[in-house]
Nanobody, 121 residues
Framework: QVQLVESGGGLVQAGRSLRVSCAAS????????MGWYRQAPGKQRELVAT???????NVADSVKGRFTISRDNAKNTVYLQMNSLKPEDTAVYYC???????????????WGQGTQVTVSS
């Protein structure tokens, strides 16, 4: 059973930095892209950043230049380094991974449980 477990969220002052991590485990043949979404209270879930297995990244305009996504393929882990945080970055951050559980099975998306990031002004 594939599991994604996030860590590293918390409360931080505006202008400071925080890094969240997400480790995938379980029956995994191959992890393709990984990424982060976030959902603020009363708002829809939105894409923050994604990274392919080859390391190509896509970052939302709202966080470009402040957030960096990276991954460690040996550890099946994706990271989101968040710098110069703003109160509007407050949200639950969810990681996602597109995983082939066996060869030829096709890629399905798996989600973490979410980690709260709160930025105080």
């Amino acid at each position: 059973q594939v599991q994604l477990v996030e860590s590293g969220g918390g409360l931080v002052q505006a202008g400071r930095s925080l890094r969240v991590s997400c480790a995938a485990s379980g029956g995994i043949f191959r992890i393709n892209a990984m990424g982060w979404y976030r959902q603020a209270p009363g708002k829809q879930r939105e894409l923050v950043a994604t990274i392919t297995g080859a390391g190509n990244t896509n970052v939302a305009d709202s966080v470009k230049g402040r957030f960096t996504i990276s991954r460690d393929n040996a550890k099946n882990t994706v990271y989101l380094q968040m710098n110069s945080l703003k109160p509007e970055d407050t949200a639950v951050y969810y990681c996602v991974a597109w995983i082939d559980v066996v060869a030829g099975s096709g890629s399905y998306d798996y989600w973490g449980q979410g980690t709260q990031v709160t930025v105080s002004s």
